[in-house]
């Protein structure tokens, strides 16, 4: 039987392309979403992926989210803190809300899925969990207080986690993405993405979502039980820690 693997955020984007590598990896992939119900059911329609919707915010309907799974397609065996939220502003214009909202999502989002998953993954004695971070938790970004501080904050947790995981034989990581094609980074302005965004960029181009997803399907993998507690820079040397 295959593993079972949650990916949050798992219906679009960068999300939705670990959704398909898994699968196609031989494991069996539940995606979670929040909101978009036409781009989860064109997602589904697309891939034969099951989409589960809640809001990785709410720790309650996180562990009812993490019921099903479990109870329609079996035991979890890899969790993929995906799913983000941006709020920008500049710190002095910020609101409480705007702060709030991406610390919810981004950071306390990583703590009620893990947890709904970890004493499973204890009496297992197996386990594989990867947070998507960000190159902007590691170098920081201005109008990003907030997103940088969740995003240092999931480096934070996966270092944190992988020593209590190790003896159980969980696995913790991060990746951290740089800039990625993703419908979102290519609706900015073409002006600003070829003469202030890529310039940034060593390699000369964004990534693509496929990069990140091999990354984690490698992380998922037997292969990796070696490899806990580490972040994987994938931002085209943009960036090094």
Not at 66 to 75: A, C, F, N, W
Not at 198 to 225: K, M, N
């Amino acid at each position: 039987m295959s593993k079972v693997a949650i990916v949050t955020g798992g219906s679009r984007g960068i999300g939705a392309a670990i959704s398909r590598a898994l699968k196609d990896a031989g494991f069996t992939v539940a995606a979670n979403y929040a909101g978009n119900d036409e781009a989860a059911k064109a997602f589904t329609d697309e891939t034969g992926i099951k989409t589960y919707k809640w809001s990785v915010a709410d720790y309650d309907a996180c562990a009812a989210g993490i019921k099903q799974v479990e109870d329609e397609l079996g035991e979890i065996a890899v969790l993929v803190n995906n799913a983000g939220i941006t709020r920008d502003a500049m710190f002095h214009k910020m609101s409480p809300q705007q702060w709030k909202e991406v610390i919810d999502t981004n950071l306390t989002g990583l703590f009620n899925m893990t947890h709904g998953v970890w004493g499973g993954m204890r009496d297992r004695k197996f386990g594989r969990i990867v947070n998507i971070s960000s190159v902007n938790g590691q170098k920081g970004q201005a109008g990003q207080a907030n997103y940088s501080a969740a995003k240092a904050g999931d480096i934070g947790f996966t270092r944190a986690l992988a020593q209590e995981g190790a003896r159980a034989g969980i696995t913790v990581n991060a990746i951290a993405p740089g800039y990625i094609g993703t419908e979102m980074v290519r609706a900015i302005d073409e002006k600003v993405l070829n003469e202030r965004i890529i310039p940034q960029i060593p390699v000369g181009r964004l990534g693509e979502p496929e990069e990140i997803a091999r990354c984690v399907v490698f992380l998922a993998s037997d292969d990796a039980g070696f490899i806990s507690g580490s972040t994987i820079s994938a931002n085209g040397a943009q960036f090094f820690s």
